[in-house]
């Protein structure tokens, strides 16, 4: 019989958050209905990281942090984040065209 797959809880750090509201306001400049859609189309792909969220690779903004940051893309976005035991913290959601942080609120 096989286990079932650990189950974290997923939450975004307040920068994180800042980091959404930001894409919600550059795409709303053009569409506010499109900001909103693609918003919710990225906390959907976000809560998939509850289940296996090692699946995706380690992210250069590793040597910024002092925990192991991985890295999921959605469409030209890249969700930065770490696991812990019990939760997936969501560190930053950054343009990929931006360069990699320098320091942990860059």
């Known amino acids: 019989m096989s286990k079932a797959p650990l189950r974290r809880s997923v939450r975004l750090t307040p920068i994180a958050d800042d980091d959404v509201a930001d894409i919600w306001m550059r795409i709303a400049f053009d569409s506010e209905t499109r900001a909103s859609n693609f918003i919710s189309s990225l906390i959907e792909r976000i809560e998939t990281l509850r289940v296996f969220a ?5 992210a250069p903004e590793s040597t910024v942090y002092s925990d192991v940051v991985r890295c999921m893309n ?21 343009h990929s065209a931006r360069e990699a942080p320098t320091q942990q609120n860059d």
Do not use: M, N
């Open 74 to 94: 959605v469409g030209q976005y890249r969700v930065l984040y770490i696991v812990y035991p019990t939760e997936v913290a969501i560190v930053r959601v950054r």
């Open 54 to 58: 090692d699946r995706y690779p380690q």
